[in-house]
């Protein structure tokens, strides 16, 4: 009789795929040094003979490569055609790390959650997130999360910052997608970005998580929209008196990067 081989489970394939990435991580983090396979396996945290298997097969795939005569493992060529197919997505890592001390900064004075959040392909991507010692926990609010432009305070902030032709556009073709996000409608995305040019910020009054409540203000470069910085909290944290101390802190915090928030006339 014929026994067949288990297929391997989900958890092992994943847990394969882990131990991949923490070893392409390793030989990322040495550069041009270069990293035997010894300290890899350490770096990563894997044993020696599962570390010899995954980053051979690294090699096969172009992700590593490694150097016959040293026996050190470099970057291959891989990772280099990835970020090149991202194109202008590549450009956030720039600007993530530029602003990084700076959310830092808001945090440490506002609590809640910081978010920098860009327009891409149509919607709003988190690049970055700080949260510090936050009284609140949001689970849906990730680096690399995407949204429709109008969802949550930050997408809010890059949708208001558009002509009022493209922002009724943009609505009107999400209208659906809203109402995925809690109490979200086209209606109340119009509400909240016409209320942007009097009050100089967006407020995510509770619209997508029950008592929960951001403010945002896009970030302009040489008058082009290049993101937005929300700070997330709980609504009883955000009276309008507050909400105009922290826009007030987060305009001068982007002024100090050379930056604005509001387009030069």
Do not use: W
Request: charged letters at 20%; one cysteine or more.
């Amino acid at each position: 009789m014929r026994v067949k081989t288990p297929l391997p489970s989900n958890k092992v394939a994943q847990s394969s795929l882990s131990k991949g990435l923490a070893l392409l991580t390793a030989v990322a983090e040495k550069g041009s040094e270069g990293v035997n396979l010894s300290e890899a396996s350490t770096k990563a945290g894997i044993n020696i003979s599962t570390a010899h298997r995954l980053l051979n097969a690294l090699v096969e795939e172009n992700f590593i490569s490694l150097d016959p005569y040293s026996k050190l493992y470099h970057l291959g060529l891989m990772p280099y055609e990835i970020v090149e197919r991202a194109g202008s997505d590549v450009a956030f890592l720039e600007l993530r790390r530029k602003l990084h001390s700076t959310l830092l900064a808001i945090q440490a004075e506002v609590d809640g959650i910081i978010c920098l959040s860009v327009p891409s392909r149509g919607e709003s991507l988190c690049i970055d997130l700080v949260s510090g010692s936050s009284h609140i926990t949001i689970n849906t609010l990730k680096i690399g999360a995407r949204r429709p432009l109008g969802v949550g305070a930050a997408s809010l902030a890059l949708l208001a910052s558009l002509s009022d032709e493209e922002r009724e556009k943009v609505i009107v073709s999400e209208a659906e997608r809203y109402l995925r996000y809690g109490c979200m409608t086209a209606e109340i995305a119009r509400y909240a970005v016409s209320l942007f040019d009097s009050q100089g910020y967006v407020f995510n009054n509770a619209y997508v998580i029950p008592d929960i409540g951001a403010i945002a203000l896009p970030l302009f470069s040489e008058n082009s929209l290049i993101g937005a910085i929300s700070v997330t909290t709980t609504i009883s944290r955000l009276s309008k008196e507050r909400r105009e101390q922290i826009a007030a802190m987060i305009c001068a915090a982007v002024k100090r990067e050379g930056m604005q928030v509001t387009r030069r006339h």
